[in-house]
C-alpha cells in the first residue's frame, strides 16, 4: 500500500471513529505529524501511528475514557531494551518496559493545554531512537 492510500486509509478510519475525544485525537494526530516531514501515519492495531524508519507512536483508543499514546520502538521489542528517558513534568507517562511507555491525558482540556509538551516529549523519544 502506499503513502498515499495509507494516508486515505487513516482519514476514513478516523471519520468512522466514534470516540469522546476524537477532535483532541485530530489535533494531536497534526501536532505530531508537524514534527517533522519524515513522520507518516497509517493504522496499526486498530489505531492512527506514527512512524519514521519504523513505528515509534501509536494511540491506543480503547478503553476510550482517556486519550493515550504508546511510546516504543516498534512492533518487536529490541533485544536487550535500552533505557529512554523523558522529561515528565505533568506526570503523563506509565513506564511498561524501559523503552515502551504510555502517555495519557484525562481530559480536553488537558489535551489543549499540554499538546506542546506532548510534542516536545515525542520530539525527545525520536531522538533517542
Given at each position: 500500500?502506499?503513502?498515499?492510500?495509507?494516508?486515505?486509509?487513516?482519514?476514513?478510519?478516523?471519520?468512522?471513529?466514534?470516540?469522546?475525544?476524537?477532535?483532541?485525537?485530530?489535533?494531536?494526530?497534526?501536532?505530531?505529524?508537524?514534527?517533522?516531514?519524515?513522520?507518516?501515519?497509517?493504522?496499526?492495531?486498530?489505531?492512527?501511528?506514527?512512524?519514521?524508519?519504523?513505528?515509534?507512536?501509536?494511540?491506543?483508543?480503547?478503553?476510550?475514557?482517556?486519550?493515550?499514546?504508546?511510546?516504543?520502538?516498534?512492533?518487536?521489542?529490541?533485544?536487550?531494551?535500552?533505557?529512554?528517558?523523558?522529561?515528565?513534568?505533568?506526570?503523563?507517562?506509565?513506564?511498561?518496559?524501559?523503552?515502551?511507555?504510555?502517555?495519557?491525558?484525562?481530559?480536553?482540556?488537558?489535551?489543549?493545554?499540554?499538546?506542546?509538551?506532548?510534542?516536545?516529549?515525542?520530539?525527545?523519544?525520536?531522538g533517542q531512537l
Amino acid at each position: 500500500m502506499s503513502g498515499t492510500d495509507k494516508e486515505a486509509e487513516v482519514e476514513s478510519f478516523m471519520q468512522r471513529l466514534e470516540h469522546p475525544f476524537k477532535a483532541d485525537i485530530d489535533q494531536l494526530r497534526k501536532a505530531i505529524k508537524g514534527i517533522s516531514p519524515a513522520i507518516r501515519e497509517e493504522i496499526k492495531w486498530n489505531a492512527p501511528s506514527f512512524k519514521t524508519d519504523d513505528h515509534f507512536a501509536t494511540f491506543k483508543l480503547y478503553p476510550p475514557k482517556t486519550i493515550q499514546i504508546v511510546l516504543h520502538t516498534g512492533a518487536k521489542a529490541k533485544k536487550p531494551p535500552r533505557q529512554f528517558h523523558l522529561k515528565d513534568p505533568h506526570s503523563l507517562l506509565t513506564w511498561a518496559a524501559p523503552d515502551r511507555c504510555v502517555l495519557t491525558l484525562t481530559s480536553s482540556k488537558q489535551s489543549v493545554e499540554l499538546q506542546g509538551v506532548v510534542v516536545n516529549m515525542l520530539k525527545e523519544w525520536l531522538g533517542q531512537l
